[in-house]
Each structure stands twice: as C-alpha cells, then as structure tokens.
C-alpha cells in the first residue's frame, strides 16, 4: 500500500536561514513525488515534481526537492527563507501503478520568524 | 484564464440535509476529484472521475455521492448531512486519465458547517 509521512507538524525557521520541510514515503514499483503549498483560506497549490532523472528538482519561489531512492525521502528544501513562504505545505505520492491514486501527507505548518 | 471553482465558499447547514458542493473548471481537464481537509489527517479523497459518465470512490466515500454529465462539473451531494462531515472540501482536476506525473489545480474551498 501506498504511505505518504511528514514526520514533523511545524517548522520554524528564521528568515534568511536555509529551510528543509520532511517527507519519506512508501509505494510499490517507481514513485511521482510531488509538493504543494497553501496558504491560509486558499486551495493547494504546485510547487514541484519529481517524475524521473535528476534526483534535484527545482521548482516554484526558490524551493527545491531531492529525491533519495535509497532512504525513500524526498525532502523540500530552500537556501533562504523568506517571511512569505510561512505556509503549510503537502507532499503527496502516487506509485506507478494505473489505478494508484495521489496519497497527501498530513501537513507541516512553516513558520518563518523575520 | 482557466480556472477551477467551487461555490458556495462557505454553507452552514443542519443535521440530516441534502447538500450539493458545486465545482466547475474551464481547463478541459478529465480527472477531476474530491477531497476533504481535516486537522490531522490532511487532505482525504471522496469521489473522483476520469471522464464524463465516469465516477469512482476513494478513501472517504461514505455519505457522499458524486455524479459528472460533462466534463467541467463535478458536483458533490451529501445525501443527509452529519456534523462529521464539517470540513473543509476542495475539488481538484488534472489533465489525462492514465497520466500518473500530472499535477492536480485546486478550487479555492468550501467551508462547510454541520450543526
């Protein structure tokens, strides 16, 4: 079966200060991870994906994701924070199964402290 | 600009009500889905569909129904509501069916309110 984990509810960083937000995950055959933020009263939004290739991915506002096969891990990472990326954030996988559907870990609240 | 909606934003309804969450995008996009946000639990899926005429159960489906007659709406009924289904719900869609590396657009949310 197909686990998604973010091992920690909350996040704080000073701002200016490199940020990585957790996740390791569990699926059978390849894995498409994915991370979203959302911001207070708003709907999720993309930030990033790894589907294959380079384990680094980069994506929206600065963030980018390693992809580590060997720990199951795909942690969401920032040189430098800003006081705009507080947020919560999502990381979600789905395996490479047809009917396998996208699985959303809990959350990790992201607060950055100016 | 395309774009994903849902109304009512917010709904405060009574114990034992039919409800209907409306959701509509302008993408084109097959898949479109139903999820609930709880605090602990993250988001949970509902219903989801592939295409029009096609609707599918996922995680947390009981109480909720779903039906899709075109491919831009996917309406979401609670037959008779319950205070656990205050939550807040968020429709998603993405691109092509059978495309596991596509990225879901969400709706903004509706609030919904049991009493």
């Known amino acids: 079966a197909q686990s998604v984990a973010q091992p920690e509810d909350q996040v704080n960083v000073a701002e200016g200060n490199p940020l990585t937000v957790k996740c390791t995950y569990s699926?059978?055959?390849?894995?498409?991870l994915f991370w979203y933020v959302q911001y207070p009263n708003r709907g999720l939004q993309f930030l990033l994906k790894?589907?294959?290739?380079?384990?680094l991915v980069k994506g929206s506002y600065g963030f980018e994701a390693e992809f580590n096969k060997s720990q199951t891990s795909f942690h969401l990472k920032k040189p430098s924070a800003l006081v705009s990326d507080s947020a919560l954030y999502f990381c979600?996988?789905?395996?490479?199964?047809?009917?396998?559907?996208?699985?959303f870990g809990k959350g990790t609240r992201l607060h950055i402290l100016p | 600009d395309a774009e994903i909606t849902q109304s009512p934003r917010h709904k405060i309804t009574e114990t034992g009500r039919q409800v209907t969450l409306a959701c509509h995008q302008t993408?084109?996009?097959?898949?479109m889905f139903w999820y609930r946000q709880d605090l602990g639990h993250g988001l949970r899926l509902i219903h989801y569909?592939?295409?029009?005429?096609?609707?599918n159960k996922g995680e947390v489906s009981d109480g909720y129904s779903v039906s899709r007659s075109n491919t831009e709406d996917l309406p979401l009924t609670l037959e008779s509501a319950a205070s656990s289904q205050t939550s807040v719900y968020f429709c998603?869609?993405?691109?092509?069916?059978?495309?596991?590396?596509?990225?879901?657009?969400f709706g903004p949310g509706t609030r919904l309110t049991v009493l």
């Open positions: 979600a996988v789905r395996g490479s199964v047809r009917d396998d559907k996208i699985i």
């Open positions: 699926v059978s055959g390849n894995p498409y």
């Open positions: 998603a869609s993405s691109r092509l069916t059978g495309d596991p590396y596509n990225e879901q657009f």
């Open positions: 790894y589907i294959t290739g380079d384990n």
């Open positions: 993408w084109n996009h097959n898949n």
């Open positions: 569909s592939y295409g029009v005429q096609d609707t």
